[in-house]
């Protein structure tokens, strides 16, 4: 069975126009997104753009999107301190041209014990009856897969390929493969009504365990040969 390393979820709200001065530290803890106390290392409150993080979550705001990034691998809970984020985001600033949101789930596969990176590979992703297989059947060759569908009122992007994460070692740097599997649910709201995208936006945050699971169950599914 192959073994899960690591997984990330990300929330991303995209508008027209967002207003990155409005999230000042004051702000943010006075409309109880977060405590601020909680903030630590390097963090940028700008009219341009604001970042900031702390041990649960980083978040960035630019004038095309707001982006919540956390680690799901290894985490027990509901994740309410990072939903949290941009369902206030959304009920405090209704009036702003909202176009999409985008729930996202990577995970990253290794092997299962006793089997090489490149076999699993191959197993997983690089055989069918694609003529364009046996063009590369060598063995350094390497393989990905796209799936897309409509999905509980979503468009669910599903991108599978080998990637490399770069590795501290004694003496320099170790390459270490990886199969990333990555999840987007896209919910598009810009043919809605403006009054009403907030809203929707909201109802569908309401949604994030729910795809987390079906994400989770489709990566069981998808990483067995």
Not at 12 to 23: E, K, R, Y
Not at 67 to 79: A, E, K
Not at 82 to 97: G, S, T
Not at 172 to 191: A, K, M, P
Request: glycine share 6%.
């Amino acid at each position: 069975m192959a073994l899960v390393e690591n997984a990330f979820a990300s929330i991303v709200l995209t508008a027209q126009s967002f207003n990155p001065s409005i999230f000042t530290e004051t702000w943010l803890g006075r409309n109880s997104i977060l405590n601020v106390d909680s903030l630590e290392g390097t963090r940028v409150f700008s009219p341009e753009v604001v970042q900031f993080q702390t041990s649960e979550v980083r978040v960035l705001i630019i004038p095309s999107h707001m982006q919540v990034l956390f680690g799901i691998h290894g985490v027990s809970g509901d994740f309410e301190i990072q939903r949290r984020i941009p369902i206030r985001a959304v009920e405090l600033l209704p009036h702003i041209p909202y176009q999409a949101l985008g729930l996202n789930f990577d995970f990253y596969v290794i092997p299962p014990e006793g089997q090489d990176f490149l076999s699993y590979d191959r197993a997983l992703l690089g055989t069918g009856d694609c003529q364009l297989l046996k063009e590369f059947s060598a063995v350094d060759a390497r393989f990905g897969r796209y799936f897309s569908k409509d999905y509980e009122n979503a468009r669910l992007k599903l991108d599978i390929k080998p990637v490399i994460k770069p590795e501290p070692v004694k003496g320099g740097i170790s390459n270490r493969d990886l199969i990333q599997f990555s999840f987007n649910f896209h919910h598009e709201v810009s043919g809605i009504d403006l009054p009403e995208r907030w809203q929707r936006l909201k109802d569908y945050l309401g949604n994030w365990s729910s795809l987390k699971d079906y994400a989770t169950r489709l990566l069981e599914l998808g990483a067995k040969p």
